[in-house]
């Protein structure tokens, strides 16, 4: 990932990252557009992975902060591995693993209305493969990266309520 500074379309100063960076806040003040030129990245607005969260695959984003919501910090980014075999996750409808379980290999586009009747995911276990939450129906709004592990509550991927609307798989593009 290429990170441009105070620049619209890649003007100034840059920072190259080829992996995760817990902490960009030392190599630039702002950062107006972005460069994927290989990979898959989250960015985040805040140091450790942490606040808003957005989506990168490969391509030029010249002017990302107006599309994605995002003020002109990029304070971390996470680089997403390749995965382009199989995809399953489990939810569930309380903390910790409780109550009752669906299980999806694909993607939803909406969670309410197309499979489960359900408004909330308090929790949930990734067996295989990397998944997007989008906080809306149709892969819009906040979006939050769920990596392979178990999540007991909505707050550990960064969730500020148990709202998911509808959930992508990540694909090798």
Request: hydrophobic content about 30%; aromatic content about 16%.
């Amino acid at each position: 990932i290429i990170i441009g500074s105070i620049y619209i379309n890649f003007g100034g100063r840059y920072y190259e990252c080829m992996s995760d960076c817990a902490d960009l806040h030392s190599m630039f003040q702002r950062c107006r557009s972005i460069r994927v030129e290989s990979g898959m990245f989250m960015i985040y607005d805040r140091p450790g992975y942490t606040g808003n969260q957005y989506f990168m695959k490969r391509g030029g984003y010249a002017d990302y902060m107006g599309k994605a919501g995002m003020n002109n910090c990029v304070r971390s980014c996470r680089m997403i591995p390749s995965h382009s075999s199989t995809f399953r996750i489990r939810l569930y409808e309380h903390f910790d693993m409780g109550g009752e379980m669906m299980e999806l290999t694909s993607d939803c586009p909406n969670l309410v209305m197309e499979r489960f009747n359900v408004h909330d995911i308090f929790s949930c276990n990734v067996t295989d493969g990397n998944w997007l939450f989008y906080e809306h129906p149709n892969y819009r709004g906040r979006m939050y990266l769920i990596r392979p592990g178990e999540y007991k509550r909505f707050s550990e991927w960064g969730g500020r309520s148990a709202r998911v609307g509808s959930i992508r798989r990540i694909m090798d593009y």
